[in-house]
């Protein structure tokens, strides 16, 4: 009323104004006008503001750099501010009131001007390209109750202190931003606030202010998605009108507060992705109105309390990711007659799925997966008629799929995978669920076979049933029962039989899946009329035949996988339209052909394995281009030729480089070093030659490096300290020569070193010790010599130490007991010239492996008692000086297989307890192959870790041998001191296949109890003392030595399949193969060992003096000997154990 007054009083003014000009110009008449001082004054301070709001604005306008939308282009003196866009004023006096740019694409600043807005009561800025702080000067607006700047990603800095100057703020959004710091507790001023959310700032930390609580008006509280830390106020319990609360995906940490359960109104509680532990508060079930309750993965322990049945309005149940466990009562569940989705994924819930989880009919989701649930699942699950997403996967669910699940109407996805269930999969049942889009059986037991005819699953789009038992082929008619089928996958089963040409009218197949199963025959060209396929992965088959041309038509097509089948033919030159191609996978199979050029033109290849195949020639240049974007190259194990091609230094984004095991032959190029992202190159197991160029050092990414078995000549690579990141390198097998350099030490990312068989010289540098994460370490078959360094004491994560085959000397002084117990190494040190005693510090290390043999090792072996559960299998003492009798630790290592501790000087009797070695007491009836614990790693030769040979040491030949399996034992005592009787427990070691007590001075008699080595297939007792009978019983042995001792009486039959010589030296004994027992004269050992010789020649050699004799004898003997190894195909046991050395291989008979 009194601004109309007011305006009333200024229109009289106004008329007597122009009366009084008028009066003056005509009739020179005064007339006196009073104006109210108090209006002029109102008036003056409407135009002040109304010119403040408009220069504040234009001072806004002017911080934005770009206005893609034009919409602030009427922003100018040509109009009202107040009809300017986003623009709103009050109707009388004329102030802003509302701003309004919302998701106007603006980019550039806030003014600090905005704070001159004093009328502003809504601001919203979100969604726009805003930068830079929050302006201070917005805490001058008094009147705000509404400010939105959601969605300015590049928004940084603070929220200012001042904003606690809002104090008539309700609404405050502000997320999706890349605002920092913490939230200001001076929010606790703006008391009016209803809703706030602080979302979505990734940089936005530190705790939950406390005084939050200050706010009781408060219904919205969302501070999720961003890093706040620290406890959940108690004090947020005194948030009565409080309806959200969203704390979620942050790094909250302590237990929940129950105070929670004072907030009576709450409707949404979720604390989501935080670092939450103990119990859930029982008080919880006090929130009667509590729609949703999310806790999500956090570390949540104990049992669900039952106190959460009283959440009679609960929509939404989400616990999963925490440790929770327990049972899960029926009782708990059946007032939750509102539950919508009940998610208990990825905790540690056991026992059986209630069956009262099928009265919730409102239920749409329920997800179980990863539990320890176990029994069957319940038939009741059968009456959730609005259920459409069922995940029971990854427990120990048993029986089958219930029948009931027929009445599913409603599901969409069933996601059964990782359980015990067995039998055929229902697909009647399965079929009468008419939405099923999902089918997912992934890793259980379902056996049977794929019905010839399925029944309707048109609105099936996905469909895992690999890893099961099916058998039987891929019916032929799968299409017609699947006509929407994207994705399908049978992997891992027992699939057999040729993938139907039918598979084209799958017309909308993007993924097929049939890998490892049995699929034979050709792959079906009708595949290539499935135009939307994607994905296409079948290896690990028996699939034959070419690769069909047509599928060069599939323009979709991203992978090709169809390693280790038996394919054959060339890669179509029609490949070279699949331009949407990244994986291209043919590895062991029968490629031949060249390398195709065009494979490096695929604009989207990363990934090309052609290993393991056929393929000849030479490598295309034009596999490398400079627009390639290639990461790994892998041509290892085929035919190729010829020299690696110097454009391979254009192919810039190759990260693995695999050419090992060919044919390649001159120099690796320089351009090598251009490729400075690779991490992996093999090129082991080819002819390369010349120097190693220098500029591989320019590979600093490399963390594999294996050039061995090559030819290469340099001295060891210099440019290799610039490969810090190296964690193998192989350069075994080369010629490489002059010293280790003392730089090796800093490649301490190394794990794996062979630097083997080379011609290598000097000492071991003690730096190799401060390479601490060494695993496998091999240079055995080189030159060096001195000291083993006292450094290796610090290699603690050893598995293998390989320095055979050196000249190596002084005394092993290694201190195992730093090394890590949990791994367990093998040694090898033998064929060097090392002294000194055993080393006791040996008792410290798991050792598996431990071969000392021919060095000068000397005294007795000490006494070890703590050494009896070591892992050791192989251990080997053979060639040395070592005295005295073996300790019983010896006796107790219960994994031994295989003992050598021939050509020692041992003595002593052999002592009952040797029945402790229970691998020797184990018969194995397994294939003898390689059963080397050092598996290859790809690319890579393992066994130059583990190359050690062993031969069958027989009148001074032996059958070299190159890997040891599990079946193999060996026991070799031969050329020691050894004397007494043979203990009857050695008898009971009925796993032994080799035993050698040959040159020792054992007495008594064979007992027949030898008759229980029903594995023997080598025995020689030859050179002792024994006397008596030979007993009978030895129907496996292949090979007999008794020669040079007492034995006497008749030769059991058995005995008559053995050459005479493996009984010389026993004069009382008689029978085939010897002389009759009849017989006044004995056959002399000489003729009766050759039998087939002309008597003439016999009667030579008889009439010989003795000495000849002998010279003549020894000879043919030889030769018989020979013949023997040569003939026998059972001449394949162990007797010692050494590392490999160039020529040891001349030595080798193979009985094959």
């Known amino acids: 009323m009194a601004i109309r007054g007011a305006r009333k009083e200024f229109l009289k003014f106004l008329l007597c104004l122009g009366s009084l000009q008028i009066l003056i110009g005509s009739l020179n008449v005064y007339v006196k006008c009073e104006v109210p001082r108090d209006l002029v004054r109102m008036l003056q301070e409407q135009a002040s503001d109304s010119l403040n709001d408009s220069s504040a604005l234009l001072d806004f306008k002017s911080g934005i750099l770009e206005d893609p939308l034009g919409a602030l282009q009427n922003w100018n003196d040509t109009s009202t501010f107040c009809s300017w866009s986003g623009v709103q004023c009050d109707g009388l006096q004329q102030h802003v009131v509302s701003l309004n740019l919302s998701s106007f694409e603006l980019k550039g600043l806030i003014s600090e001007s905005i704070g001159s807005l004093y009328s502003l009561t809504t601001l919203d800025l979100s969604h726009n390209s805003l930068f830079g702080a929050i302006p201070s000067t917005i805490g001058t607006l008094k009147n705000l109750t509404i400010l939105y700047l959601t969605g300015n990603i590049e928004l940084t800095g603070s929220i200012p202190d001042s904003i606690g100057g809002c104090t008539q703020l309700k609404d405050f959004q502000i997320g999706l931003t890349n605002i920092s710091g913490a939230i200001p507790s001076t929010l606790g001023n703006c008391q009016q606030l209803e809703t706030l959310r602080v979302f979505s700032n990734v940089a936005l930390d530190g705790p939950i202010p406390s005084n939050l609580s200050l706010l009781q008006s408060l219904k919205v509280l969302d501070l999720s998605n961003n890093t706040l830390t620290g406890a959940l106020p108690a004090d947020l319990g005194r948030l009565q009108q409080l309806q959200v609360l969203d704390l979620g995906n942050n790094q909250l940490s302590g237990e929940i507060p129950s105070q929670l359960s004072q907030l009576s109104s709450l409707l949404d509680l979720s604390l989501d992705f935080n670092q939450l532990t103990g119990p859930i508060p029982e008080q919880l079930g006090l929130l009667s109105n509590l729609r949703v309750l999310n806790l999500t993965q956090n570390s949540l322990n104990g049992s669900i309390p039952e106190q959460l049945q009283l959440l009679t309005n609960i929509r939404v149940l989400n616990l999963t990711k925490n440790s929770l466990g327990g049972n899960l009562s029926s009782e708990m569940w059946r007032n939750l007659v509102h539950l919508e989705e009940l998610h208990l994924d990825s905790n540690n819930f056991q026992g059986q799925i209630p069956t009262a989880l099928g009265d919730l009919g409102s239920l749409k989701k329920l997800k179980l997966r990863q539990n320890a649930f176990s029994g069957e699942i319940p038939p009741s699950l059968g009456a959730l008629g609005n259920l459409t997403d069922l995940d029971l996967s990854t427990n120990t669910l048993t029986g089958t799929i219930p029948t009931t699940f027929a009445n599913l109407s409603a599901l969409r996805m069933i996601y059964i995978r990782d359980t015990q269930l067995s039998g055929p999969i229902p697909w009647g049942t399965l079929s009468q669920i008419p939405h099923l889009e999902e089918i997912m059986f992934t890793g259980n037991q379902f056996n049977g076979t794929l019905p010839l005819t399925f029944a309707n699953f048109s609105a099936v789009q996905k469909m895992e049933i690999g890893f099961n038992q099916l058998t039987g082929s891929i019916p032929d008619g799968i299409c017609d029962s699947f006509p929407n089928i994207r994705e399908v996958s049978f992997q891992y089963n027992h699939l057999m039989g040729p993938i139907p040409p039918s598979i084209k009218n799958c017309t909308k197949l993007e993924d097929i899946v049939f890998s490892h199963n049995n699929i034979s025959g050709p792959l079906p060209s009708t595949l290539g009329e499935c135009a939307s396929l994607q994905w296409l992965e079948g290896w690990g088959n028996v699939l034959t035949g070419p690769l069909p041309p047509e599928y060069g038509s599939l323009k979709n097509l991203t992978a090709i996988n169809f390693d280790n089948n038996k394919l054959s033919g060339p890669i179509p030159q029609e490949f070279e339209n699949l331009l949407q191609l990244f994986h291209l996978s043919l590895a062991t199979n029968n490629i031949s052909g060249p390398v195709p050029a065009f494979l490096g033109s695929l604009p989207r290849l990363l990934f090309l394995n052609l290993g393991t195949n056929s393929l000849t020639g030479t490598i295309p240049p034009g596999l490398f281009n400079s627009s390639s974007v290639l990461l790994q190259i892998h041509l290892d194990s085929n035919r190729l030729e010829g020299e690696i091609p110097e454009q391979i230094g254009r192919a810039g984004s190759l990260q693995q480089l695999k050419f090992h095991n060919n044919r390649f032959n001159g120099s690796i190029p320089s351009t090598l070093g251009d490729l400075t992202n690779l991490t992996t190159l093999f090129l082991r197991k080819n002819s390369l030659s010349g120097a190693i160029p220098e500029s591989l050092g320019l590979l600093v990414k490399l963390t594999g490096l294996d050039i061995g078995d090559n030819h290469f000549t340099n001295e060891f690579p210099s440019f290799l300290r610039n490969l810090t990141n190296l964690q193998s390198l192989w350069l075994s097998n080369n010629s490489l020569t002059g010293g280790i350099p003392e730089w090796i ?103 598996e492996i431990l071969d000392l043999s021919n060095n000068h090792f000397q005294g007795s072996l000490p006494d070890l008692p703590g050494w009896a559960p070591t892992p050791l299998k192989v251990f080997l003492l053979r060639s040395n000086s070592f005295t005295g009798e073996i300790p019983s630790w010896v006796w107790h290592l219960e994994y031994l297989q295989l003992i050598d501790f021939s050509a020692n000087d041992f003595e002593g009797r052999l002592p009952a307890e040797m029945n402790n070695l229970k691998k020797l007491k184990v018969v194995s009836n397994s294939v003898e192959e390689s059963d080397n614990r050092f598996e290859p790693t790809e690319g890579f030769d393992a066994r130059q870790f583990t190359h050690y040979e062993y031969g069958l040491h027989l009148k001074g030949s032996f059958q070299v041998r190159t890997s040891v399996s599990a079946s193999f034992t060996s026991l070799d005592l031969s050329q020691n001191a050894f004397a007494g009787d043979i203990p009857p427990q050695m008898y009971e070691l009925r796993g032994l296949r080799y035993l050698n007590l040959s040159r020792n001075a054992f007495t008594g008699d064979i007992s027949p109890a030898i008759a229980n080595l029903d594995a023997l297939e080598h025995l020689d007792f030859s050179h002792n003392r024994l006397a008596g009978p030979i007993p009978a019983g030895l129907p496996s042995v292949g090979v007999l030595d008794l020669s040079y001792n007492n034995l006497s009486g008749a030769m059991p039959g058995e005995m008559s399949r053995f050459f005479p010589a493996s009984f010389a030296g026993n004069p009382e004994l008689c029978g085939l193969p010897l002389a009759a027992c009849s017989d006044s004269v004995p056959t002399s050992p000489v003729s009766s060992a050759l039998p087939g010789l002309e008597s003439s020649l016999a009667d030579d050699l008889l009439s010989l003096d003795a000495g000849m004799a002998f010279v003549v004898g020894s000879a043919i003997g030889f030769i018989g000997v020979f013949v023997l190894i040569v003939t026998s195909p059972r001449l394949r046991f162990l007797v010692c154990f050494r590392p490999s050395i160039p020529d040891s291989s001349a030595c080798s008979l193979d009985p094959k």
């Open 745 to 847: 030490g800093e490649l301490g990312n190394l794990e794996y070193l062979s630097l083997g068989d080379n011609n290598l010289e000097g000492p071991i540098p003690a730096q190799l010790g401060d390479i601490t994460n060494l695993t496998y370490l091999s240079i055995n078959n080189n030159k060096l010599t001195g000291p083993i360094p006292d450094s290796f004491s610090q290699l603690t994560e050893l598995v293998l130490l390989n320095l055979a085959a050196n000249s190596l000397s002084g005394e092993l002084t290694i201190d195992f007991s730093g090394y890590n117990p949990s791994k367990n190494i093998s040694v090898f040190l033998s064929d060097n010239n090392l002294t000194g005693p055993f080393p006791k510090s040996l008792q410290n290390a798991s050792l």
